[in-house]
């Protein structure tokens, strides 16, 4: 709806997102920046400040720059807190690479939960990605995590990963040891992508739809009126239960 056109750069790791990043902001390549799910350390916020373009943050924030995000603490709650609720009491965390704030954010909710229902916080059950490609959100650090986890003296009942792709490769992971969600370990995921849906696979769901038109719409804001107040917007998530989670009740008995 607007004159502009897109340039789409892809990073699969942190290093590349540097690169990327430079190429993107270049003088006179852009009229403007959206940024999407890349920590923004201080190095990273001094390359974007020196470069004088409009840029806006989505999955992410910074004080000196417009971002949109989801309230990525209270997905991490929602999600412990429904596994508590169907009676799990081992639940497991498979989490990112801790440079992504959302993963920490996700983990900080997971805690939090654990404590209000009772249930004891153990860091064996806490996996973090090693992977570097996207900041380990990918199926092969949540196939990894799984298997590390199962391999564990004390497996877990439950597992909440920080990304919905993450939580395929847990689900694949289970599957080859003959293993199934729910009946042997519940499994929730974050974000609802598409195929998340037709896997049956429990979720928190962002907004990521609106997060992007609302990332476009403050960008084209910042580069029209460069002097305006820097806004951050934070997007609610919500839970979506589906079989990967349900409570699984005993066969009923019929008498002879």
Request: aromatic share 4%; proline share 6%; glycine share 6%.
């Amino acid at each position: 709806e607007s004159d502009f056109d897109l340039l789409v750069f892809s990073a699969r790791t942190l290093e590349e997102v540097d690169i990327q990043l430079d190429r993107a902001l270049a003088k006179g390549r852009s009229a403007g920046v959206l940024l999407f799910s890349s920590p923004m350390d201080s190095d990273r916020a001094r390359q974007i400040e020196a470069s004088g373009q409009p840029v806006t943050l989505v999955d992410e924030t910074h004080p000196s720059f417009d971002a949109v995000s989801t309230d990525n603490h209270r997905g991490g709650h929602l999600a412990a807190q429904h596994l508590a609720e169907t009676g799990a009491r081992r639940i497991a965390l498979i989490m990112a690479r801790p440079e992504s704030i959302p993963a920490r954010d996700r983990h900080d909710g997971y805690r939090e939960a654990l404590e209000e229902h009772g249930l004891p916080y153990d860091e064996r059950l806490v996996v973090v990605s090693e992977d570097p490609a996207y900041h380990g959100y990918s199926e092969a650090a949540g196939h990894d995590a799984m298997r590390r986890l199962l391999r564990s003296g004390n497996p877990p009942d439950a597992v909440f990963a920080t990304s919905d792709v993450q939580a395929l490769g847990a689900l694949r992971a289970l599957q080859e040891v003959g293993l199934r969600a729910p009946e042997d370990v519940r499994v929730v995921g974050f974000d609802d992508i598409m195929i998340s849906r037709h896997l049956g696979l429990t979720t928190i769901r962002q907004p990521m739809y609106e997060m992007g038109r609302l990332g476009a719409e403050k960008l084209f804001a910042r580069i029209d009126h460069p002097d305006h107040e820097i806004s951050h917007t934070v997007l609610s998530p919500r839970l979506v239960v589906r079989h990967s989670s349900e409570t699984v009740h005993p066969p009923s008995r019929v008498a002879s």
